[in-house]
């Protein structure tokens, strides 16, 4: 029987939605595919939290024939019930999220439907359990249609259209749509980085963190964390809380990031309109936040601190890694030390090419090294691999007109971080990010079917009053 409170709940979101839907009239005509079968009007490539917030900004603008796909199995999207290895959420409780400010859609009055007001107030942190469950709900009460379990593997023009092939039940399945949104989070910038050292050793020896690891199997054993950003010292945790015998977390700089810069951006005028400045503006900023490491809170530092096996070393980058009989010896700049197991939280390689949904055209992605040369302080050879996105997500051509159906391709990921600042893959920045979003997108198909629009308006006749 589902929780009284939270029957309550969802009949008031039911009347708000109801209530706040103006304008409710439909505007979009089906577009037929090339196999004859009704074209989405958007498909959204990623069910988690961004993927959920998008359709329902585009619901609620009256955008419908939408679907979202996810390769994950149902409550297994987004990293909460996978990688993500801290206790809970690093965001404050009453960020707002994927509610788009809609107050019942909130995940505090989700909470309070479930816990009690009580429960709302003690609370500290949003547990990452409880984040995704929410996010199960949420999806289900503004009915958001997704598909799970299905992959896609491919993005290629078809007839003013585009096809979308899709891996499904070990089949391969095409669909159309005129607009495709990818929200794959973290993974859409290419591959996960396996810093050089570690490339030749055996999987029964490394793992990155955001991969399957038997963390049972390292009780009594020595490990080491390459990286210092929060998820390294979530993944040391993990690892100390399973029994290890020893923990190392080797930081390459010489002093640890204590400072969280996303904190400082949590604001409406930067999160609203870093994206309207000039590139320079925009290089300058957000060079700056992302050549820091994602600030640790408190309680993740403390969570490994507390534990008598565990050693942070600063200034101590891994030079080299040497799998032997007696286990991986890892030479530093403060010395070696022997373990049995490595775990990299290095990031993300950009590499947009080896995104299978990407692969065919991603020779001709602009990024932000094509269009935009920073001074020679402010040079990054890294950051300037981001796509320079267009100002509605879209992607740009590196040549025009070679593949000129990209600008259908929305990308609201965390690869759009140059362009829009935080956006993509935070909940601190959904509020003014999905919805610029979803306008660029209905502009977009406003101005496609202008002409349609126009005779529509040409024909419309209906009298709000009788002459008598």
Known sequence: ??????????????????????????????????????????????????????????????????????????????????????????????????????????????????????????????????????????????????????????????????????????????????????????????????????????????AHCAEPIDFAALAGKRVAVIGAGASAFDNAATALEAGAAQVHLLCRRPEAQVIQPYRWLTFRGFLRHLSDLDDAWRWRFMSAVLALREGFPQATYDRCARHDAFSLHLGAPALSAIDGPGGVEIATPQGSLTVDFVIAAAGIEIDLSVRPELAGFAGNIASWADRYAPPTAERDERLGRFPYLGDDYALTERVPGATPWIGDIHLFTIASTMSFGASGSSINAMTTAVPKLVSGITRGLFRADVELHWASFQAYDVPQAVLR
């Open 1 to 206: 029987m589902k929780h009284d409170g939270l029957s309550v709940l969802e009949s008031r979101i039911a009347a708000d939605l109801a209530r706040t839907a103006h304008p409710s009239a439909p505007w979009l005509e089906p577009v037929p595919g090339p196999d004859g079968k009704p074209a989405y009007d958007v498909i959204v490539v990623g069910g988690g939290q961004s993927g959920l917030a998008t359709a329902f900004g585009l619901q609620r603008s009256q955008v419908t024939n939408i679907l979202v796909l996810d390769k994950a199995a149902a409550g297994q999207e987004g990293p909460w019930r996978s990688y993500a290895r801290m206790h809970t959420l690093r965001s404050p409780k009453d960020f707002t999220g994927p509610d788009l400010d809609v107050p019942s859609l909130t995940y505090q009055s989700w909470h309070e439907a479930k816990f009690g007001l009580e429960s709302w107030d003690e609370l500290a942190l949003i547990s990452k359990g409880h984040w995704a469950d929410y996010l199960g709900w949420f999806r289900h009460v503004v009915g958001i249609p997704v598909r799970n379990e299905a992959e896609v593997v491919d993005i290629a023009p078809a007839g003013g259209l585009l096809a979308v092939t899709l891996s499904s039940g070990g089949k391969a399945e095409t669909l159309h749509a005129r607009k495709i949104v990818l929200a794959t989070g973290q993974e859409s910038l290419g591959d996960w980085t396996m810093p050089a050292p570690l490339m030749a050793l055996p999987a029964s020896r490394s």
